[in-house]
């Protein structure tokens, strides 16, 4: 059974950092791009993040530009979301997705923000 497995979020105060990380099991993903998606309460999905199979190329939402970094394993079938300088805004529920058309999904670990 296929699965990805979402940790590392928590509750921090505006400035703070989290690392998100998500696990892939039961098969691998080093040939398919991983995102990062996020479900904030009233607004609609969001992709964060993602990361091209060999990790040299990457995408950041205009929101979280200059302040997080995805990164990924393909040896530990790993991906990362390193978040610095988080905002209440950025307040939600994140998703680490992977395979062609993101077939796959993390059931999501909620991060949140207090100012």
């Known amino acids: 059974q296929v699965q990805l497995a979402e940790s590392g979020g928590g509750r921090v105060q505006a400035g703070g950092s989290l690392r998100l990380s998500c696990a892939a099991i039961g098969r691998s993903f080093s040939s398919d791009a991983m995102g990062w998606f996020r479900r904030a309460p009233g607004k609609e999905q969001e992709l964060v993040a993602n990361?091209?199979?060999?990790?040299?190329?990457?995408y950041y939402a205009d929101s979280v530009k200059g302040r997080f970094t995805i990164s990924r394993d393909n040896a530990k079938n790993m991906v990362y979301l390193q978040m610095n300088g988080l905002k209440p805004e950025d307040t939600a529920v994140y998703f680490c997705?992977?395979?062609?058309?993101?077939?796959?999904w993390g059931q999501g670990t909620q991060v949140t923000v207090s100012s």
């Open positions: 990361i091209s199979p060999g990790g040299g190329t990457t």
């Open positions: 997705a992977a395979g062609d058309d993101y077939d796959y």
